[in-house]
Each structure stands twice: as structure tokens, then as C-alpha cells.
């Protein structure tokens, strides 16, 4: 049977035919194989579909949730006529409707509203086991079905950059507004989409993550959107990502990386959320919230014409920007005692004053994911209670130690050490004595007897000395 001939004109042997327990039993059969297939749920209700136009000769049919926003309609196009049936629910948010088009030379006969009849009646276990195993799969006891384990650590942090994060993050969960997040890699991008999620009142609907920089462009209206069923050879039918954050939301990851052509068929659908599958002459809305995040400034990429304006224009107006670690360094210690405790609870690491001023004092170019993985390399690797310096990996602790273990192999005097280092910030301010009483934070005559001790003279000695020299300096660095 080809999707452009009316089933009704097709040969005698047709569905209608049939004997009315035997069609019914085929459809509970199939649903019972599609049951079988835990690891998607969307191939239940795909497969319910499927079976149901091969029973009742209609041109397209659509079982969906009527609990959003969006009631939605079905674009009938040219000469065609569609019924809707009543999906009975438990209550009024696990309502649903059974939509079906047909072509109007197809008289629909009594058994074929008897069927659509009882097969609304199946729709609604359909729903209702597609809600059960979605509520069984957030709680991790659904076989098959286990989400991924969150690699980013929740939002742990007492600077004031966290604390306007989380205020913001609550204002926008009051809201259905479509935002950009926008923030470099490893920051927690995704982590923030969750966040806002949960606290709005969409958290008992679908959260669908779509890593756009691995979407192929010739894929992409298929994963997006959907494809009907023997669209082409082998194809079967099934529902794109919108359809299955349908009273949720849709978490678009580095949209940044998306091509041109892709953008141009994503920019209508996130205007106005109306979807139409591959191979589909109807379409329809989707109740669906929009949470984009990218990791390059998508102004840069739009001036740049990398970007299209027009979908620019339509992912920014809210724009949401996580800061980086070393923009709160002071939560990095936080953080990294999280990362300790997770994982290993039992048996504690703690970290030694050494290896945290390292730790500190590093950019983290990876963010919060390059910190998590860190610790899982030390909790891994470490064979003592105490994480030293020399612990840490060589682009972590490599500068850190460069700096400091050679002054303690050579057992350096805290003068030699704070001398060495006061030269160097009077250099960078190209011999302003001013600047650097400022910076270093002493008076002008302790500086002065920083730039005059003789650092030279004190690394070729085999070992320093104790004296009243010693003595007498300390009295004149006090100031500082």
C-alpha cells in the first residue's frame, strides 16, 4: 500500500475484511512486541500508530497528550477530512486525542468507527505506559532505560557569581520563554537546563538533549521532526525529538555548530512549534520549551554571517551566561571536596595546603568537567590519605610546582624567596617603585630592602645562614 493511492480503492483484501476480534487481537499483538523494546520508548506509541492505518484505511493518524499547552489541530491539506476521538485519562492532565485523517473519496464504514472507537480506548494504555516508564526511568529502575549518570556536579558554589546563577535560574523557571545559555565548554551548560527544568512547571514532562554538532544534515528533519511510516524502503515510522519533549523541554546543545542549512529548517519550527514528519501531508503543534546553549558568542558568528540572524533573533532576547572557574576560584576547593566526597565516601582524600593553592591557582581551561576529572584521576592514582602537589597532573600542579619545589630543594630563605619576587613585579612596572609598593602591598622601604639584598649571592651559597643580619631584615620588613 503506497502512501499517494486512497485505501479505499486499493485491492479486496482489505483490512476492513477482517474479522473485528482478529484486527484488535493484531493490534494488541503488536503493541506487546513494541513492549518488548525497552530501550525507546517512543516505538510504543509509533507502533501503535503504525498498525492502526493498516486496519482503518486513513491517510495519517496521530495519538498525542492533550494535557499542553498547544491543543494543536491537524493540517488536513487538500481535500481531506480528519476526526479526532477522545483519549480517556485518568484525570485532565493525562488526557489524550486519537487524530486521524483520511481521504474524503474513502467512505468510512461503521466497523472502521468501531475500531477508531476501540483503538482510542487503547491509546490511553498507551499513554499511560509511556508516563509510567518515563517516571520508572527517572528513578533509575527501569532496566534498559537507566538515564546517564550526570557528569557535572550540581551548582555548588558560594561566590556571588553562583548566587545571581540560582536567582536567575528561578526567575526564568516562572516562564516559558525560549533561552540562550550561553558559556564555555565544561562550565555546565546542561546542568543549568536541568536546573531550570525542574523548578518550572514542566518538570514532570520530558527533558530531551540534542547534541547538535553531531546532527547530520541529511538526518536532521528526521531526528528533529519525525518520519512516517514506508517513507521509504525499510523505514518505519516513528517521533522526532519535539514530538518527544512534548510538554517538556528541549535542551538544543551547541547549537553554534549547526550548518546553515540546518539552521534554515530548524528556524520555523522554533517560531511557531509547529512540526510536520518526513513524509507526512499533516502537521501539527508541539507544547515544547526551547533551551539553547552554545559555547561561542552567537553575536560574533551572526556579524561574522556564520549564524543566521533570524534564528539568532529567535533563541536570544533571554540570555543566561554561566561563569567559568576561574571567574570563582574561590569555589573551586568547594568543588573539589564535592568531587572527594562523591567518590569516595568511605575512605576520605583530603587535599594538602600545597595541592589546594595549586589547585587555586590553575585556570581550569575545561571548567567543572576538567576539575571532575582531575579528582577521579587523583581518587584513582593516589595511594595515601593526603593529596600532595606532586600528586596533581603535570598541567595542573606542573606550573605550581616549577615555581615553588626548586626553592624548597635548594632550602631558599623566605628572604631570597620574597626578594626574587619583588624584582620581578618592579620589572613589570618598568621600574616604578610606586607601582610596585602598591602592588606587592609594602611600604617603600621595605621594598627597598627587598631590591637590595643580593639574590645572587645567596643562591651560590651552600646553605643559608642565621645571624642578626636575618634578624635585622625581618625587623624592617614588617611594615609589609
Known sequence: MTALVPACIQAPSTPRQRDRRQALADLLASLARALD?????????????????????????????????????????????????????????????????????????????????????????????????IQLARAGLLGGMRPKRDDLAPLIGSTSAM??????????????????????????????????????????????????????????????????????????????????????????????DLSLSAQAKLLRVVQDLHIERVGSSGAHRVDVRIVAATNRSLTDLTERR???????YR?????????????????????????????????????????ADALLNYDWPGNVRELQRTIERLVTLVETDTIEVNDLPARVGGVYASAIVPALTRNETLRAWTSRYARLVFDRCQGSKRDACRILGISYHTLQTYLKYPIHEAAAAEEPTEGPETTEFLTASEPA
Open 37 to 133: 523494546r525497552r530501550n525507546d520508548i517512543s516505538l510504543l506509541r509509533g507502533s501503535f500508530e503504525q498498525m492502526l492505518r493498516r486496519l482503518v484505511p486513513v491517510r495519517s493518524i496521530q495519538l498525542r497528550e492533550t494535557g499542553s499547552r498547544w491543543t494543536g489541530r491537524v493540517d488536513n491539506g487538500a481535500g481531506a477530512e480528519s476526526i479526532a476521538l477522545e483519549v480517556s485519562g485518568s484525570d485532565q492532565t493525562t488526557q489524550g486525542v486519537l487524530e486521524a485523517t483520511f481521504d474524503p473519496r474513502c467512505r468510512l464504514g461503521e466497523w472502521d468507527f468501531q475500531m477508531l472507537s476501540l483503538a482510542a480506548h487503547v491509546g490511553a494504555l498507551v499513554l499511560e505506559i509511556e508516563r509510567s516508564r
Open 163 to 256: 548566587h545571581t546563577l540560582r536567582a536567575t535560574i528561578d526567575r526564568l523557571a516562572g516562564t516559558d520563554f525560549t533561552v540562550l545559555i550561553e558559556g564555555e565548554t565544561g562550565v555546565g551548560k546542561e546542568l543549568v537546563a536541568r536546573q531550570i527544568h525542574e523548578l518550572s512547571r514542566r518538570r514532570q514532562g520530558p527533558f530531551v538533549a540534542i547534541n547538535c554538532a553531531a546532527l547530520v544534515d541529511t538526518l536532521l528533519e528526521a531526528e528533529l521532526f519525525g518520519i512516517e511510516d514506508r517513507t521509504a524502503t525499510g523505514v518505519r515510522g516513528r517521533r522526532g525529538k519535539f514530538e518527544y519533549a512534548d510538554g517538556g523541554t528541549l535542551f538544543l546543545d551547541e547549537v553554534s
Open 315 to 355: 533563541l536570544s532576547g533571554i540570555d543566561l551566561r554561566v561563569p567559568t572557574l576561574r571567574e570563582r576560584r574561590a569555589d573551586v576547593l568547594e568543588l573539589a571536596q564535592h568531587f572527594l566526597d562523591r567518590l569516595r565516601p568511605t575512605h576520605p582524600l583530603r587535599l594538602s595546603p600545597l595541592a
Open 306 to 312: 556564520l549564524f543566521r540572524a533570524d534564528l539568532f
